[in-house]
């Protein structure tokens, strides 16, 4: 079986979010989709609230579970026996970022990581801008996958 984990903050989880899982879903058996507890990063929804957002999202599709997580993401893949670990692209900073990360997970615990590159038309979507419009009363739904439920 082919186990990945897609982690993330997730706050919220995106458009761009939901088309990594999307097309992931068509090469893994099965996703565990990992929400990391940062005690440093401000967040708009605290993780139970996002653990429970994604669940609703991915309730009709058992390949997909959702968890959050404390510590190195590459020791939470291995607690959930995942081979993989899946991580989206959307700029080359990412990539640079994220080549070094998987050089090191890969030396640590032969995890291989997978990148997918963002569809063109969701470059511009990003968490970090979603929070900002909810800071300012703006409607998200435009950049939130549908049946999202923010509240």
């Known amino acids: 079986m082919k186990r990945a984990i897609f982690p993330g903050t997730f706050d919220p989880f995106t ?3 939901y088309s990594v899982v999307r097309r992931a879903l068509t090469f893994m058996d099965e996703i565990i989709i990992g929400i990391g507890i940062n005690e440093s990063k401000r967040t708009w929804f605290p993780t139970e609230k996002r653990v429970e957002m994604i669940q609703k999202l991915y309730a009709d ?5 959702v968890e959050a997580y404390d510590g ?4 939470f893949a291995q607690s959930r026996g995942a081979q993989f670990i899946i991580r989206g692209i959307r700029t080359v900073r990412d990539f640079e970022y994220e080549e070094t990360i998987a050089d090191i997970n890969r030396k640590l615990a032969g995890v291989e990581t997978i990148l997918l ?3 063109p038309e969701l470059t511009s979507v990003s968490s970090t ?6 800071q300012f009363g703006k409607d998200v739904s435009d950049f939130l996958p549908e049946g999202m439920e923010i509240d």
């Open 117 to 119: 590159f963002t569809e």
């Open 61 to 65: 599709e058992p390949r997909i579970k």
């Open 15 to 17: 458009i761009g979010h």
């Open 129 to 134: 801008i979603v929070r900002e419009l909810l």
């Open 72 to 75: 190195l993401t590459v020791d």
